[in-house]
Every structure is written in structure tokens, then in C-alpha cells.
């Protein structure tokens, strides 16, 4: 094969069967991808299906904690989660620039193996296309998701006043990271993107019991994500500044460049919005599962301001926390 992608791989004809053949089906091996068919043939599954789909844009391609391949499962198997599913069955899309190298879409490949078999899932059908150069930036990909309902009636329609707001773990490191590995953070602290998958994470929190919604923070941040919640509505959340977890290099990057940390994306983050007599339960099961150990309660829901998120300062004071206005930082995912 050759060093760097050409525009025969995206042909149709010997090339892709070649990188398909040597490249993804040795990485992703299971049954229902080795037919090579023009789309994939499943086992039923009891009860409703929770689907998502989504495309990967993420520039640098590669960052501290993770890359394009990581985030692309992670990003779908995710939304599958917070939906209240269980993640079976990926589909994998490829768009390539001519000229992307062979040995850096080997490592994409390499990672979204490793990542699919920890999250559980398996990559069952897929396409690649290849654009001239100049084209597009370097590589993009789509993943959709399927999987089995776990839990049924997850949505900000059930969330009640008292209600506890809790988040799994500490937020920003994913947008921070983008940063650094674009050269605009100019200190050398340790950046890590927080991405990962969350099946483990959401079976914790829904077995507990409890949980009226479910999301991961991704574009706009816990604060955006939080206003999506109670927009429209005559609910509240009050969040309390001192109790939000931020890991200390990421306030520092946010405070060189201007940037609220609230508004920096997450991509293995879950914000969970728990009945209040059973978010003590929830929040034990987070802290008993991998990524969950700094989760913590970092508001309630009320009907102080309706439709508002309110940040109660560690000064004593309170601010409305509006959704993300403009691009804070384009193309982290």
C-alpha cells in the first residue's frame, strides 16, 4: 500500500478493496462487517431502539488524551447513552483528503478499535471516501449508533422542582485540550481531553434509580447544556460555584485566553438531573464506577428565575449564565 491516501482509495475499485481488506476489517473483525455487504444484517432486539448519528470535524485531528478516532466513537456511543440506551452496534464513515497519511489513518483506525471494544460496541458497516486535495483538512468521519432502551421516559419534561443537579466529573478538559494542541495556550501545564465512552457511567446512574434526564456537554458546555434543560420552562437550576469540579490546569488555560470554563466543551462528561431522594444513591454509584470518582452535586433545580441558569459565586453573589453566544472555539469535535 502506498505512504499517504490517493484518490484511488476512494475509487471504488482495487485500492479500496485493499484498504478495506487490510486496513478495517482486521480492526474491526466480527461477523456481520466480514460479509462486506452494502449494509449490515443485526440480531432483533428486544423492545424500542435508541439511534444517534454524528460527524467528527476536530482540528488537530490529534490532542492530549485522545484523537479523531476516539472522539468519533465516543461522541455517538455517548449519545446513545444519554438517551437512556445501551450501545451495540456502530456504523463508520470515512472522508479522506488525498494526500492524509497511511501511517496516521492506521493510527485513527488502531484507536477507534480500541475504543469501540471498550465501550462494547462493534463496527458493523461503513464507506470511505477520498476528496482531492486541498479538498477538505485532512480527514473527517460519521459514526451512527444503535442500541437496546434501558430506560424509557429520559427527558428535561420530567425534571421537578428539588431536584439535584450532578455532574461526573471535572468540566472544560476537552475544549482546554483542542486548545493546547493548537499552540494557543502558552504555558506547558498538563492538558488531558476528558474523552471516553459513559455506558458504564449511565448504567451506574440508572440503576441507581432516580434520574429524570441525561446528557453529555459537548458544543457550549455544562452551561449551555444546563439552559437547554429549563429553557422555556418554569424551572430554575442553581448551580453552586464552589461545589463544580474544574481541574486546576484547565482554570488556568481558561483565565490566560478569557474563557469560562462553563463553556468549554466536554466529550466524557454526563450531567444527570436526579430526584432528590435518590441523588445521594446515584452519586455513590458514580463515584464506585471508572470516570465517575470525582462526580459531584453541583446544583438544584428551583423556581427562583424561571428559564434561567443561576451560578451562586464563591463571593456570594449570583450571575445568570446564558446559553454560548458566537463560537467560543470552533471545531473540537
Known amino acids: 500500500m502506498e505512504e499517504i491516501i490517493t ?33 449490515a444484517v443485526l440480531p432483533s432486539m428486544d423492545g424500542p431502539l435508541v439511534y444517534s448519528t454524528d460527524s467528527f470535524v476536530v482540528t488537530p485531528w490529534r490532542f492530549p488524551g485522545g484523537d479523531i478516532g476516539k472522539l468519533a466513537v465516543c ?21 479522506i483528503e488525498e494526500g492524509f497519511s497511511m501511517e496516521n489513518f492506521k493510527t485513527i483506525v488502531d484507536s477507534i478499535a480500541t475504543t469501540a471494544q471498550l465501550a462494547g460496541v462493534q463496527i458493523v458497516t461503513g464507506d470511505t471516501k477520498v476528496v482531492e486535495r ?3 483538512d485532512g480527514i473527517y468521519i460519521n459514526t451512527s449508533g444503535i442500541g437496546s432502551q434501558r430506560a424509557a421516559g429520559l427527558s428535561r419534561k420530567a425534571i421537578r422542582p428539588g431536584d439535584a443537579v450532578l455532574v461526573s ?37 440508572l440503576e441507581a434509580g432516580g434520574v429524570r434526564t441525561l446528557r453529555d456537554p459537548t458544543r ?23 461545589a463544580i469540579p474544574v481541574d486546576p490546569a484547565v482554570a488556568a488555560a481558561c483565565d490566560l485566553l478569557g474563557l469560562d470554563p462553563l463553556y468549554s466543551a466536554c466529550e466524557g462528561r454526563m450531567l444527570a438531573v436526579v430526584s432528590p431522594g435518590l441523588a445521594g444513591a446515584v452519586l455513590d454509584a458514580l463515584h464506585q464506577t471508572s470516570g465517575g470518582e470525582h462526580a459531584a452535586m453541583i446544583g438544584r ?19 445568570i449564565l446564558g446559553k454560548l453566544t458566537g463560537a467560543q472555539l470552533p471545531r473540537i469535535c
Open 7 to 39: 484518490l484511488d482509495y476512494g475509487s471504488g475499485g482495487l485500492r479500496t478493496s485493499q484498504l478495506i481488506e487490510s486496513v478495517l476489517v482486521p480492526a474491526f473483525q466480527n461477523p456481520a462487517l466480514e460479509d462486506l455487504g452494502d449494509g
Open 75 to 95: 461522541g455517538t456511543v455517548n449519545d446513545v447513552c444519554m438517551a437512556g440506551g445501551q450501545p451495540k452496534y456502530l456504523s463508520l464513515s470515512f472522508i
Open 134 to 136: 486541498g479538498k477538505g
Open 169 to 205: 466529573g471535572s468540566v472544560g478538559c476537552h475544549g482546554a485540550a483542542v486548545l493546547m494542541a493548537r499552540g494557543e495556550i502558552p504555558f506547558a501545564g498538563e492538558l488531558l481531553s476528558d474523552c471516553r465512552p459513559l455506558h458504564q457511567l449511565s448504567a451506574a446512574a
Open 220 to 242: 457550549g458546555g455544562v452551561a449551555t447544556t444546563l439552559n437547554e434543560f429549563v429553557e422555556g420552562s418554569a424551572l430554575t437550576i442553581e448551580l453552586e460555584e464552589d
Open 301 to 319: 433545580v428551583t423556581e427562583s428565575r424561571p428559564g434561567h441558569v443561576v451560578l451562586r459565586t464563591a463571593l456570594g453573589g449570583s450571575r
